[in-house]
């Protein structure tokens, strides 16, 4: 008992000074898990750096603040478009940022293993250039693993059953659906609809309503207040006010929208992820059929969070829908988990 009690002690104290990590990169938000201590980090995926050069001046939350409000010397962006890279220099320079902060910008003499969530569809040279960016950001292994695999890892769904289970990680740029059993994919669809699609629907149709400019960062805020796949009463009756720029005139304008309006300019977005939910079940073999009836579809990922969106699918599918717990961070805890039982989990990673 003393020699196991010891090594297990071990192998904790190994875990707690580990720098290897697992990351979901994601269009919206970068999330990152260190073996032994959990979730480390959690920032919007936004860099701001010097024009001209790669010096990083901020990133995470403090970058996002700059959006739009920086003079010609500083350029603030989000490298990532679509769950894939848009600016290859710009995201290593963040993630080495990233990955400095959450060792405590200490060097350390072992180069990190990274587990990185990547979505479904992605092609071999987008595959590259985020394993590039992941080494050149100082990473000795990388090993890329598929969105939805991880958001059902994380999810707690038992995917090396030889049962059926229907994972819908809705994410800032993509959408992953994804049917698996005995660790592996039978079906797995993405599509770029997501969260950012939302909030540029909600901007289109204020500019076409209304003649009003608003930014996506006021759309996210309006989704996030009075957004709704299906309407109740309660949403009826609720509105706010809506802060832009008149096109007619150029000046400051105040508009009040209510949630009907809202729910109007996401129809089309919310219809797009509930085809590919009708797409991925009309797919599924008969035999695994049968066992969503009872196990029903489990929603990951923060566009998850838009209200009545779970109901809404359930209505359209006839299944049982939930949302994960913490949705957010399921890719994360799913890429966390394999890269605390790598050995067991393997056969999941993308070769």
């Not at 969530?117 to 990388?142: D, F, L, W, Y």
């Not at 229907?166 to 660790?183: H, N, R, S």
């Not at 289109?204 to 996506?216: D, S, T």
């Not at 939910?277 to 599924?284: D, G, I, K, P």
């Amino acid at each position: 008992m003393g020699k196991i009690s010891k090594f297990f002690s071990a192998r904790r104290l190994f875990n707690f000074f580990s720098t290897d990590i697992a990351i979901d990169l994601g269009t919206a938000n970068t999330v990152i898990y260190v073996p032994g201590r959990g979730i480390v980090l959690n920032e919007p995926t936004v860099v701001a750096v010097r024009a001209g050069t790669n010096e990083v001046l901020a990133a995470g939350r403090k970058a996002k603040e700059m959006l739009g409000k920086t003079p010609e010397s500083i350029i603030a962006c989000r490298p990532m478009r679509d769950g894939v890279i848009a600016n290859f220099e710009l995201t290593e320079s963040m993630l080495r940022h990233f990955i400095r902060t959450v060792h405590d910008n200490r060097r350390t003499l072992i180069s990190p293993r990274m587990v990185i969530g990547v979505p479904s569809g992605i092609t071999q040279v987008e595959k590259r250039a985020i394993e590039e960016s992941a080494r050149q950001a100082g990473a000795r292994e990388v090993y890329p693993i598929m969105e939805p695999m991880a958001a059902a890892i994380g999810a707690g769904l038992p995917v090396q059953d030889p049962a059926a289970s229907m994972i819908v990680d809705i994410g800032g740029g993509t959408t992953e659906v994804a049917v698996i059993t005995l660790k592996g994919v039978v079906f797995c669809q993405s599509i770029r609809v997501g969260g950012d699609e939302m909030d540029r629907a909600i901007v289109h149709y204020v500019k076409r309503k209304y003649n009003l400019l608003i930014g996506e960062r006021t759309a996210e805020s309006i989704k996030m207040d009075i957004g709704a796949a299906m309407l109740d009463a309660d949403l009826e009756n609720q509105s706010r006010g809506v802060k832009g720029r008149d096109l007619v005139t150029g000046v400051p304008k105040v508009i009040i929208m209510t949630a009907p309006e809202v729910h109007e300019a996401l129809l089309e977005t919310v219809a797009s992820i509930v085809d590919v939910v009708h797409l991925a079940l009309e797919s599924t073999p008969p035999e695994l059929s049968s066992d969503l009836v009872d196990r029903g579809i489990v929603m990951a990922g923060g566009g998850s969070l838009l209200k009545g969106l779970d109901q809404l699918i359930s209505k359209e599918t006839g299944l049982p829908v939930k949302v994960a717990e913490d949705p957010l961070f399921c890719v994360v805890r799913g890429a966390g988990k394999v890269l605390d039982e790598l050995d067991t989990f393997r056969e999941v990673l993308m070769t």
